[in-house]
């Protein structure tokens, strides 16, 4: 992939290129969409200066002839997702159809999906990879070395440099998050030494896929640690079912708070077979430490989920209207959102 740099010379070179062109007609937008000045290019900008001109040199007659044109606006799309059976649901696509069933009916019905892009940058979704990645392979090999406490931050230190050194991930980009690791370490090992000691659990599994019938569909996904009581192995004592967090802390209690909202955890809790388990997030924190935060209804969520699901894909069979709803922060990043054409029916 080219560097920054390499792509800014190259910008260079082909404007400078094309600024040496017999006939040069240059077009640039004095306002943006909401009406806010804007600047030149600094590439016409460095030009007109080494060439001592001003744009209103080149402010020449506006041939452009004003028009009026009546608002037409679009309404909100009302299709019917029956002829497009839905056999396997994941929490992510069942959270779509909560928020908004236009967007399920878009990215999980039709499977319109926008391409992966490549991207040099090491991000925060990286870092969570990452970091379930060294979690993961931490209690793994701790469950065959039974290393000492002491033993703890180097053992997590040489896991989280050979994992940084699989996923290449350059020390430069990565520096935010590493200048945060040694905190977030030990606030992390705080809590796992205090966690046992108090709940009496112990790593089971993590990163393990499972699949759930229910009806005609299939309910899968991936759930990011399991721990037991006892340490006890292949589904025998209690169950705590964890998904690591690496948002405030402040966003983790607040999906708690309305169980029947938190489908999330609920989804998970559905795809195990035990009748009674415990769930929770665990928020690993860069700079407050590493705190549970436990979803204490979760069987009752788990059980109205269930009823909510069947529920709702019998509605798409018999022809139920999946509208867009555009409302909710749902919509600031939503992959459909050209193809729902909200911003042309918002204000009808
Ligand atoms: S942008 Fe909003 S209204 Fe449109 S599909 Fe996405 S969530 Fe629904």
Known sequence: MPVREDLE???????????????LHLLWRRQGHEGEPLQLSPLVQQWLLANGR??????????RVVRDIQPDPVGRPQPKGASLPVTRLSASAYADLRQCPY?????????????PELDVETEKRDFGDWLHEVLKTF??????????????????????????????????????FSAAWPKLRDGYLRWWSEYQRQEGLMF?????????????????GRIDRIDRVGGAQNGAGQAMLIDYKTE???????????????????FYAALLPDDSLRAGYVNVGESNGTELVEQLDVVQARDALLQGILDDMQAIRDG?????????????????????????????
């Open 204 to 220: 089971d599994s993590a990163e393990t896929a499972y699949e759930m019938g229910l009806g005609k569909l299939k309910l899968h």
């Open 139 to 176: 209690h793994e090999e701790h469950r065959v070395h039974a290393w000492t406490e002491p033993e703890w931050p180097g053992q997590l230190d040489r896991i989280a440099d050979a994992c940084s050194a699989q996923r290449k991930l350059g020390a430069a980009e990565f520096l935010p």
């Open 9 to 23: 010379e190259n910008l260079r070179a082909a404007w400078l290129q094309a600024a040496q062109a017999p006939h």
């Open 103 to 115: 967007k399920f009916f878009a990215l999980r019905q039709l499977r319109l999906q926008a391409p």
């Open 320 to 348: 139920a209207v999946l509208a867009a709803l555009g409302e909710g922060d749902g919509c600031d990043y939503c992959a459909a959102r050209g193809l729902c054409r909200k911003d042309h029916w918002e204000h009808v």
């Open 248 to 266: 405030s802390l402040a966003r983790s209690k607040e999906r708690i708070k309305s169980p029947l909202e938190d489908t999330q955890i609920a």
């Open 54 to 63: 001003t744009p209103a040199d080149w402010a020449g007659a506006d041939a």
